[in-house]
């Protein structure tokens, strides 16, 4: 993971929000909303446009439109889903910021998993939410991200900062991890890693505590779920 994604999940995501500074009417925040959907598009335009702050500068279908109706419009947020077709949100995040390193982009996606969320985050996005947030987050969301804070739901924060115990997991205990997976025992691990068997309990715990699992399924299965193992076909 990189330095400066760990440096924001660390930090408190929701701190420093103070909605006085928000633009007044004469000042609207301008969003552009990218979305394959024509239905999900017209849906978040009316909700957006209901809000006295927020004015929706254009909409896109396309990362290719996207481009251009950041060119035509300069947008302050840009609301990004990330099934796309031909260019996904996560490519058309990275074109985006690669061209304006400053655009604010928050992604608002049915995608949940943690490679999904953490890719887009990595690539420049400022916050992730799913769409079935309600709408007083989502607009929330695109407040604080208008004023350049990281914005994710505590239970996608929680994940994230999950992720990050990735790095202390040894060598060792992703080996003994994927042999767990593999329905192996204790005893069938200590034989085939030539370590005792005690060790092999040692090691199969600290997986446990570091993925904050409580028991051996739940550990192969977010490790499995982030990544961090694979099981050959």
């Known amino acids: ?4 994604i760990v440096e924001s999940l660390e930090a408190p995501l929701r701190a420093n929000f103070n909605p006085h500074s928000i633009p007044v009417d004469d000042s609207r925040i301008k969003v552009l909303i990218v979305d394959d959907h024509p239905v999900v598009r017209v849906g ?4 957006l446009e209901s809000e006295g702050n927020i004015e929706v500068s254009g909409t896109a279908e396309s990362a290719q439109d996207a481009v ?3 060119q035509r419009n300069k947008p302050h947020v840009v609301l990004m889903d990330l099934c796309m077709p031909e ?3 996560t490519r058309a995040i990275l074109e985006l910021r690669r061209t304006w390193p400053d655009l604010r982009i928050l992604v608002l996606t049915n995608y949940q998993a943690d490679e999904d969320i953490l890719c887009a985050l990595q690539a420049g996005a400022m916050g992730y939410l799913l769409k079935n947030s309600p709408q007083e987050e989502i607009v929330q969301a695109i407040k ?7 914005y994710v ?11 990050i115990s990735r ?3 040894s060598e060792r205990e992703l080996q003994v991890l994927t042999l767990v997976a ?12 030539f370590i005792s068997d005690k060790t092999a309990r040692n090691h199969v715990a600290s997986c446990l505590v570091k993925l904050a699992c409580g028991s051996r399924t739940e550990a192969v299965t977010t490790a499995l779920r982030r990544g961090l193992i694979r099981l050959s076909e």
Do not use: F, W
């Open 1 to 4: 993971m990189s330095n400066h």
């Open 44 to 47: 978040l335009r009316t909700m």
């Open 68 to 70: 251009m109706e950041v």
């Open 87 to 89: 260019v996904d949100g």
């Open 144 to 150: 604080m991200v208008y004023e350049s804070v990281h």
């Open 153 to 163: 739901p505590p239970d996608i924060e929680e994940r994230l900062l999950h992720m």
């Open 167 to 169: 790095d202390k997991l």
């Open 182 to 193: 593999k329905g192996k025992s204790n005893k069938e691990i200590a034989k085939q890693l």
